[in-house]
């Protein structure tokens, strides 16, 4: 049983930072990518971040490049999203993801993936 744990949402302010953790649990060396996808009220799905466990490989949407960080410890199987110069329009709901075989390179398009979290929501204030 796979389980993926979201911490660390939160109500901030325009330019604030936070921190989101994933915390896996079950089959998790099973796992190819893992990462990060959000959702605002009345908006689809969209790809946030995406890390390979082995070796690294990250992927970013354009829209969070250079103010987001995804990275993971493998010992402890999770992932972080470092968010910095954060905007009102990454207000969302954060869900973490994980997949046995889709490379992250691919998660831009959205794909349905094998593992999701429940989300923890990030409120930005302008």
């Known amino acids: 049983q796979v389980q993926l744990v979201e911490s660390g949402g939160g109500l901030v302010q325009a330019g604030d930072s936070l921190r989101l953790s994933c915390a896996a649990s079950?089959?998790?060396?099973?796992?190819?990518?893992m990462g990060w996808f959000r959702q605002a009220p009345g908006k689809e799905r969209e790809f946030v971040a995406s890390?390979?466990?082995?070796?690294?490989?990250?992927y970013y949407a354009d829209s969070v490049k250079g103010r987001f960080t995804i990275s993971r410890d493998n010992a402890e199987n999770t992932v972080y999203l470092q968010m910095s110069s954060l905007k009102p329009a990454d207000t969302a709901v954060y869900y973490c993801?994980?997949?046995?075989?889709?490379?992250?390179?691919?998660?831009?398009?959205?794909?349905?993936?094998?593992?999701w979290g429940q989300g923890t929501q990030v409120t930005v204030s302008s």
């Open positions: 993801a994980a997949d046995v075989v889709l490379d992250g390179s691919f998660w831009h398009k959205s794909p349905e993936l094998d593992y």
């Open positions: 079950g089959r998790t060396r099973s796992f190819h990518t």
């Open positions: 890390i390979r466990l082995s070796g690294g490989t990250t």
